[in-house]
């Protein structure tokens, strides 16, 4: 029988597994698949099928799924994966959460669960051929409802179903009010008490018909043998109506109503109120950590201007396609990510790189989707719609990083997944205490329920998600996007931030500075690197096309043109083998550069990129020599300045010569900067900085970055360079300011700060009001008001971050 694996499972002898396997090309890779699993003990056969990109294993005795995980990653491939989201409706606690990972972690082929209380989410990672049917029938098997989430869904905010719960607590805490005003009259010297039956008739409809979802969600825990708040809250005001009702049965059987005793129908009614209430407000707190979501999703429009055939007609956004002309009217909002063929403006472009100043565009400039078109008409052709436009993926990257778990909130589920379990012993150790010590079991049952209604497992499921949502909600609406929750909770411990330096502190944009040859004019040196370079994006490039353009210098057909990663490009034109790169090109084909070695150092010192040309057949001698001069960043000294400023070391890594690099280093204030670094010295070096004990983040754009970027601890790209740069990084800023660096720092260490306060304030709440019920120091209505603003404090704490703004 076929099925699928799910981690730390051990297979039984003689079954079969099928399982998805990624990066399969050719048939030496299926041989290269079927020597690595044949190699894992206890696997008897593996048959690979590269046209279905699967293998079918036959394990013959115990096996481990991560042993043959890591046999096939280590051949170099991967196991498919996919991801799936799920609504979950029902959650009320921490321990909601834990239960409702348990019960998808036990799945066959589910890989990992991360579920969201704030976000009432599950992410589920799975191996092929899981069914999503499967998953949502385990969670509501555990007493919850579950729905997969829609590829375009987000967070949809409250409706009608906000309202009713706002109608329930106002009617809830009408029929509560009675109950508690004689009280407060007594407290003021009068003796006042409502009739026994008239307490009855007000609790009743509170404890059974406004706190029916706290018997249902508590009896589905049973149910499942687990716990979670809605138990306790239902146990706790159970016990004191159940005792209020004990005791007027019995006055009315004895003495009657004169000699009738103190009823605790208050307790269990306002109880009950306090937390509808407590519940109703957290909702309300939770919608506005969702608030960056929802303003991304409003920038989206429904409808675009396309012209077709020379008509101009409004159709759905969801079909236009690309190579589509779209026409954005001014104080229009761009639908698509395009490019403009006619008519020039200004942007508005805040709400996705936080810039606040429009941005003016003319024929040739990039627009995004959800930008501000301010007083032009533009035609602009349509580069990418639906998920792919860059608005789609900035609001997939803020859902990621906000459903994901950062690595503090393990002891929290830790300690969730014991916590109504003790909190019911202390309870009922509560009641036999105060029953045996004192010989009145009433008080035992009274101080039982104040234990069992203060304590709350809400505020520690609420605490880390919360804080990260508002974190990286506001770093997003200032152009800073968190991709991950790890490496939101890394940055705040950064010691050393590692910069590339063209495009991330310089513009990006050089320009030809001069050249020096030795056999050739500068037209024929000039025509022979435009040739080279024609189809390259790199800024040398643009900048040789450039030059080209203004002194009207044509290009020659160029074939075999291949990029050497970190050195150049090589390629045949007119005849020659030629070799365009770096003085370690140069070095390494054992070119004489003596010629021109005096004139490059000369362009050197004055803080240029130089580039040699060179040919290698049929004649070998080095041509030219060209330098290229970028202008630093006026932003890149403020950078620098702030960063030092929190005491973090600042280090720089770029392939250019020593000269332009020191140059930029010394004009910057760097610390240390490493010049003539390809790609692997660059990982290299930041492998280095880690074994020395140092917390490192790499700032870069371009694909040579992008090793580096993911070798450490946290990458931070810069999104006007490359998508393998943000792909490989943990935070991408996303507009070309490296002030954003210590803006992304910044945010980070106050979002770091919020979750320790909350988390402090979750687990001291419990730790000092539990004990305090326990020995009768705290009213029930005390404790359940306690319990049902515990939450609501977290989620108000933690946006507070919502307040932050970049110091730029």
Not at 65 to 85: F, N, T
Not at 174 to 197: F, K, Q, W, Y
Not at 227 to 237: E, I, K, P, R, S
Not at 510 to 529: F, I, K, N, W, Y
Request: one cysteine or more; a neutral charge; hydrophobic letters at 50%.
């Amino acid at each position: 029988m076929a099925n699928t694996l799910t981690p730390g499972t051990m297979v039984a002898e003689d079954q079969q597994f099928t399982l998805g396997i990624g990066g399969m090309s050719c048939a030496s890779c299926v041989t290269r698949v079927e020597k690595a699993l044949a190699a894992v003990p206890g696997i008897t056969q593996a048959n690979v099928n590269l046209a279905t990109e699967s293998v079918r294993v036959l394990a013959h005795s115990q096996l481990d799924m991560p042993v043959l995980q890591k046999a096939i990653e280590k051949a170099g491939y991967s196991l498919v994966q996919h991801e799936l989201d799920l609504d979950v409706e029902g959650m009320t606690c921490a321990s909601c959460v834990g239960r409702v990972e348990r019960v998808l972690r036990k799945i066959p082929g589910v890989l990992d669960v991360s579920v969201n209380l704030a976000t009432e989410a599950a992410r589920v990672k799975t191996l092929d051929n899981v069914d999503v049917g499967s998953l949502i029938a385990a969670i509501d098997k555990a007493g919850y409802h579950a729905r997969e989430k829609a590829a375009d869904a987000g967070t949809v905010p409250v409706g009608r179903k906000g309202q009713h719960e706002g109608w329930a607590v106002i009617l809830s805490a009408l029929l509560s009010l009675p109950l508690v005003l004689p009280m407060l009259a007594e407290i003021g010297g009068r003796h006042m008490m409502l009739n026994g039956l008239l307490q009855l008739a007000l609790a009743t409809p509170v404890q059974f018909w406004f706190g029916a979802r706290f018997y249902r969600a508590g009896w589905k825990a049973l149910l499942a043998r687990s716990g979670n708040m809605d138990l306790l809250v239902a146990l706790g005001t159970s016990a004191a109506y159940g005792l209020s009702v004990f005791q007027l049965i019995g006055s009315m059987q004895g003495n009657g109503a004169s000699a009738m005793p103190h009823l605790y129908f208050e307790a269990s009614a306002v109880v009950i109120s306090l937390v509808l209430l407590g519940k109703w407000l957290e909702a309300r707190a939770k919608r506005q950590t969702t608030s960056a979501i929802h303003a991304l999703q409003a920038l989206r429009p429904d409808t675009a201007r396309v012209r077709r055939d020379g008509q101009d007609t409004d159709v759905p956004l969801s079909l236009v396609k690309t190579g589509d002309i779209v026409l954005v009217r001014p104080g229009e909002r761009i639908a698509v990510d395009g490019v403009i063929t006619e008519g020039s403006s200004h942007v508005d472009e805040s709400l996705i790189t936080g810039e606040s100043l429009a941005v003016a565009k003319q024929p040739g400039d990039k627009l995004t989707g959800g930008a501000i078109n301010a007083e032009g008409l533009l035609l602009v052709r349509t580069t990418a719609t639906g998920a792919e436009t860059t608005l789609s993926r900035i609001i997939r990257m803020v859902e990621d990083a906000q459903s994901a778990k950062a690595p503090i909130q393990r002891l929290v589920d830790r300690v969730s997944a014991v916590f109504v379990p003790v909190v019911l012993v202390l309870a009922l150790i509560t009641f036999l205490g105060w029953w045996l010590v004192s010989g009145d079991a009433q008080q035992g049952i009274i101080n039982a329920v104040a234990v069992l209604v203060i304590a709350c497992p809400c505020a520690l499921g609420l605490a880390t998600p919360a804080t990260i949502m508002a974190g990286t909600g506001v770093a997003a609406r200032y152009g800073i996007l968190i991709k991950d929750a790890e490496a939101l909770e890394l940055a705040h411990s950064l010691d050393t931030v590692v910069f590339d330096k063209t495009g991330t502190l310089t513009q990006g944009r050089p320009v030809l500075q001069g050249m020096e040859s030795v056999t050739l004019d500068r037209q024929r040196a000039l025509q022979l690197m435009l040739s080279i370079q024609l189809g390259s994006e790199h800024p040398l490039a643009r900048a040789i096309v450039e030059a080209a353009q203004l002194q009207g210098v044509q290009a020659m057909p160029a074939s075999q043109v291949t990029a050497l990663p970190g050195r150049g490009l090589s390629a045949v034109v007119d005849g020659l083998d030629l070799r365009l790169g770096s003085a370690r090109l140069m070095q390494e084909l054992d070119m004489d550069q003596a010629a021109l070695l005096q004139q490059a150092a000369r362009m050197e010192a004055q803080g240029n990129t130089v580039s040699w040309l060179a040919s290698v057949a049929p004649i070998r001698q080095v041509l030219a020599v060209v330098a290229f001069g970028d202008e630093i960043k006026p932003a890149a000294h403020v950078a620098i300045d702030r960063l030092h400023a929190l005491h973090i070391r600042t280090v720089m890594l770029t392939g250019d010569n020593q000269g332009s690099a020191t140059l930029v280093g010394d004009a910057l204030g760097i610390g240390q900067v490493f010049a003539g670094m390809l790609p692997a010295d660059k990982t290299a070096k930041i492998v280095e900085l880690k074994a020395e004990g140092r917390k490192v983040a790499m700032v870069g754009d371009g694909i040579n970055d992008a090793p580096a970027l993911a070798a450490a601890h946290v990458g931070i790209a810069m999104a006007t360079g490359t998508d393998v740069a943000m792909q490989a990084a943990g935070i991408t800023l996303m507009r070309g300011d490296p002030t954003l660096v210590a803006d992304a720092i910044d945010i980070s260490r106050r979002t770091y700060n919020k979750i320790r306060q909350n988390l402090f304030w979750a687990f001291i709440y419990n730790l000092v009001g539990i004990p305090l019920a326990a020995f009768g120091l705290l009213n029930p209505m005390i404790a359940g008001a306690a319990m049902a603003f515990s939450s609501v404090s977290v989620i108000s704490n933690a946006l507070l971050l919502r307040r932050w703004k970049p110091k730029a």
